[in-house]
């Protein structure tokens, strides 16, 4: 089955700063790389996603790349600002698959 | 307005005796889920329906149960819980029938058990 590794478990950023977070997939096969944010005490929220017909997509200061032959893909968040401290979780999920698989998840804080 | 929602929202119980977490969305989805959130190991997919009657395991799904018998509802059972079933428990939904889609989550179950 899939597996999704996701570094780093711990980031700190000074405001306004970029945050970078990076995972790792096993099944080639995979096609579908959500990102989920989740505050403190709240549920997980889709932020972004990215098809494997796309090498990169942006939405504001948030943006995700995929690079397929190293079966990685990171989250790039820019300009940083408090309210972006949560827990970022990355997954991966194939056409057709039903399953989808999170990775471990990262702690951002955003330091004032 | 639309939404998953969860009952209920803490649970402490002792081993052994049964319980049932309900898991209900107004959006007709096709497609829902059970994950497991603990500490450093992330969600995990306990099980997954992708419609009415239609059940799959996922990663973890020893010690649980599901059914599926109208699709705005999705039960998660513990027929006996155990300690190291104390966890955090999201349902999600999406419109699909597969993890290729926005999965929505409820607000979590805190389940402890004793």
């Known amino acids: 089955g899939e597996n999704v590794e996701q570094h780093p478990s711990t980031l700190s950023v000074q405001e306004g700063d970029s945050a970078v977070i990076k995972c790792t997939y096993s099944d080639s096969a995979s096609n579908y790389f959500p990102w989920y944010k989740q505050e403190l005490g709240k549920r997980p929220q889709l932020i972004i996603d990215?098809?494997?017909?796309?090498g990169e997509k942006k939405d504001q200061r948030i943006a995700v790349t995929l690079n397929k032959t190293a079966k990685h893909f990171s989250l790039h968040i820019t300009e940083t600002q408090p309210e972006d401290s949560a827990v970022y979780f990355c997954?991966?999920?194939?056409?057709?698959?039903?399953?989808?698989?999170f990775g471990t998840g990262t702690r951002l804080t955003i330091i004032p | 307005e639309a939404q998953v929602t969860q009952n209920p929202r803490y649970l402490i119980t002792v081993t052994g005796k049964k319980l049932t977490v309900t898991c209900s969305q107004n959006m007709n989805h096709e497609y829902m889920s059970w994950y497991r959130q603990d500490p450093g190991l992330g969600l995990r997919q306990i099980y997954y329906s992708m419609n009415v009657e239609v059940t799959d395991k996922g990663d973890v799904p020893e010690g649980y149960k599901v059914s599926r018998k109208e699709k705005r509802n999705f039960p998660l059972i513990l027929e006996s819980p155990s300690p190291n079933q104390t966890s955090l428990y999201f349902c999600a939904s999406s419109s699909g029938t597969s993890g290729w889609d926005t999965q929505y989550f409820g607000p979590g179950t805190r389940l402890t058990v004793l």
């Open positions: 990215i098809r494997s017909n796309v």
């Open positions: 997954a991966a999920s194939g056409f057709g698959n039903e399953k989808l698989t």
